[in-house]
Protein backbone atom coordinates (compact mmCIF):
# COMPACT_ATOMS: atom_id res chain seq x y z
CA UNK A 1 0.00 0.00 0.00
CA UNK A 2 0.96 3.24 -0.91
CA UNK A 3 -0.02 6.81 0.37
CA UNK A 4 -0.15 9.54 -2.61
CA UNK A 5 0.20 13.36 -0.60
CA UNK A 6 -0.21 15.74 -4.09
CA UNK A 7 0.10 19.22 -3.45
CA UNK A 8 -2.13 21.36 -6.19
CA UNK A 9 -3.95 24.62 -6.72
CA UNK A 10 -7.07 24.73 -5.73
CA UNK A 11 -9.03 25.07 -8.65
CA UNK A 12 -7.84 21.74 -10.32
CA UNK A 13 -9.52 19.76 -7.02
CA UNK A 14 -12.64 18.77 -9.38
CA UNK A 15 -10.43 17.43 -12.27
CA UNK A 16 -7.93 15.46 -10.06
CA UNK A 17 -11.14 13.75 -7.97
CA UNK A 18 -12.18 12.60 -11.72
CA UNK A 19 -9.56 11.07 -12.71
CA UNK A 20 -9.41 9.62 -9.60
CA UNK A 21 -12.49 8.43 -9.27
CA UNK A 22 -12.62 6.71 -12.92
CA UNK A 23 -9.22 5.03 -11.82
CA UNK A 24 -11.02 3.60 -8.98
CA UNK A 25 -9.72 5.39 -5.98
CA UNK A 26 -12.05 5.30 -3.16
CA UNK A 27 -11.54 8.08 -0.77
CA UNK A 28 -9.87 10.95 -0.57
CA UNK A 29 -8.80 13.68 2.03
CA UNK A 30 -8.68 17.32 1.10
CA UNK A 31 -6.97 19.82 3.32
CA UNK A 32 -6.48 23.64 2.24
CA UNK A 33 -3.20 24.84 2.93
CA UNK A 34 -0.40 27.52 2.53
CA UNK A 35 2.94 27.62 0.89
CA UNK A 36 5.91 28.51 -1.51
CA UNK A 37 8.13 26.85 -3.91
CA UNK A 38 10.59 28.09 -6.40
CA UNK A 39 7.92 30.91 -6.98
CA UNK A 40 8.87 32.45 -3.45
CA UNK A 41 5.22 33.96 -3.73
CA UNK A 42 4.03 37.25 -5.60
CA UNK A 43 3.25 40.68 -5.26
CA UNK A 44 -0.06 41.88 -5.69
CA UNK A 45 -2.22 45.01 -5.83
CA UNK A 46 -5.02 46.05 -3.69
CA UNK A 47 -6.62 49.53 -3.35
CA UNK A 48 -3.91 50.94 -4.40
CA UNK A 49 -0.83 49.49 -2.23
CA UNK A 50 1.12 46.83 -3.07
CA UNK A 51 2.25 43.46 -0.86
CA UNK A 52 3.94 40.38 -0.98
CA UNK A 53 1.77 37.25 -0.70
CA UNK A 54 4.83 34.94 0.64
CA UNK A 55 2.33 32.02 1.12
CA UNK A 56 0.37 30.46 -1.86
CA UNK A 57 -2.95 28.76 -1.17
CA UNK A 58 -2.71 24.84 -2.30
CA UNK A 59 -4.63 21.97 -1.43
CA UNK A 60 -3.01 19.08 0.06
CA UNK A 61 -4.84 15.57 -1.08
CA UNK A 62 -4.14 12.31 0.56
CA UNK A 63 -4.70 9.07 -0.78
CA UNK A 64 -4.23 5.28 0.01
CA UNK A 65 -3.86 3.33 -2.64
CA UNK A 66 -3.15 -0.07 -3.34
CA UNK A 67 0.74 -0.45 -4.56
CA UNK A 68 -0.35 -1.84 -7.99
CA UNK A 69 -1.49 1.29 -9.22
CA UNK A 70 0.30 4.00 -7.31
CA UNK A 71 2.04 4.42 -10.43
CA UNK A 72 -1.25 5.11 -12.25
CA UNK A 73 -2.69 7.27 -9.69
CA UNK A 74 0.50 9.71 -9.72
CA UNK A 75 -0.04 9.79 -13.29
CA UNK A 76 -3.62 10.67 -13.13
CA UNK A 77 -3.07 13.39 -10.78
CA UNK A 78 -0.07 14.56 -12.73
CA UNK A 79 -2.11 15.11 -15.78
CA UNK A 80 -4.81 16.56 -14.24
CA UNK A 81 -3.22 19.14 -12.12
CA UNK A 82 -1.22 19.99 -14.88
CA UNK A 83 -0.91 24.07 -16.09
CA UNK A 84 2.34 23.99 -17.22
CA UNK A 85 2.33 27.28 -14.94
CA UNK A 86 4.69 27.39 -11.93
CA UNK A 87 3.42 26.16 -8.98
CA UNK A 88 1.48 23.70 -9.97
CA UNK A 89 2.45 21.18 -7.32
CA UNK A 90 4.46 18.07 -5.93
CA UNK A 91 3.54 14.53 -5.82
CA UNK A 92 5.20 12.66 -2.86
CA UNK A 93 4.85 8.80 -2.50
CA UNK A 94 5.13 7.31 1.13
CA UNK A 95 4.99 3.24 2.03
CA UNK A 96 1.86 2.51 4.70
CA UNK A 97 2.95 -0.75 6.72
CA UNK A 98 -0.50 -1.27 8.53
CA UNK A 99 -4.10 -0.04 7.59
CA UNK A 100 -7.48 -0.30 9.03
CA UNK A 101 -11.18 0.54 8.74
CA UNK A 102 -12.20 1.41 12.04
CA UNK A 103 -15.97 0.50 12.11
CA UNK A 104 -15.38 -3.13 10.60
CA UNK A 105 -12.06 -4.10 11.86
CA UNK A 106 -10.79 -4.50 8.59
CA UNK A 107 -7.14 -3.93 7.60
CA UNK A 108 -4.41 -3.28 5.13
CA UNK A 109 -5.85 -3.69 1.64
CA UNK A 110 -9.41 -4.73 2.71
CA UNK A 111 -9.81 -1.42 5.04
CA UNK A 112 -8.71 1.09 1.95
Known amino acids: MKLVIAIIKPFKLEEVRQV?????????????VKGYGRQKGHTEIY???????????????????????????????????HTGQIGDGKIFVLPIDHALRIRTGETDGDAL
Do not use: C, Q
Open 20 to 32: LTELGVHGMTVTE
Open 47 to 81: RGAEYVVNFLPKLRIEVAVPSDIADKTVEAITTAA
